[in-house]
């Protein structure tokens, strides 16, 4: 059974850093891609980022690259994202989600597992 659960969410002023932690379990990991996405109020939800692979590829979206790193343990089953120089644009509940696939993708539709989200909010 395939799990993912987020946590490291909180409140932050502009300017600071949050890491957020997504354990997984029921799949292997590191043949898997894992992405987070984050929904804020009245808007769609969005992808921010992915990793890949056996080699674990990065990939992220125009908005956070360059201040948001994700990064993959394999030996704990967890994929986080280092969130710096966080702005009041980046408040929204952020999810990890998973797909059956193993498919690298941006599009939301194609990930069929979802964590349970985490809020972060950035204080301006």
């Known amino acids: 059974q395939v799990q993912l659960a987020e946590s490291g969410g909180g409140l932050v002023q502009a300017g600071g850093s949050l890491r957020l932690s997504c354990a997984t379990s029921g799949f292997q990991l590191s043949t898997s891609t894992v992405a987070w996405f984050r929904q804020a109020p009245g808007k769609e939800r969005e992808f921010v980022s992915y990793i890949r692979g056996s080699y674990g590829i990065p990939y992220y979206a125009d908005s956070v690259k360059g201040r948001f790193s994700i990064s993959r343990d394999n030996a704990k089953n967890t994929v986080d994202l280092q969130m710096d120089s966080l702005k009041p644009e980046d408040t929204a509940v952020y999810y990890c989600?998973?797909?059956?696939?193993?498919?690298?993708?941006?599009?939301?539709?194609?990930?069929?597992?979802w964590g349970q989200g985490t809020q972060v909010t950035v204080s301006s």
């Open positions: 989600a998973s797909n059956s696939w193993a498919a690298a993708t941006t599009q939301r539709k194609i990930y069929n597992y």
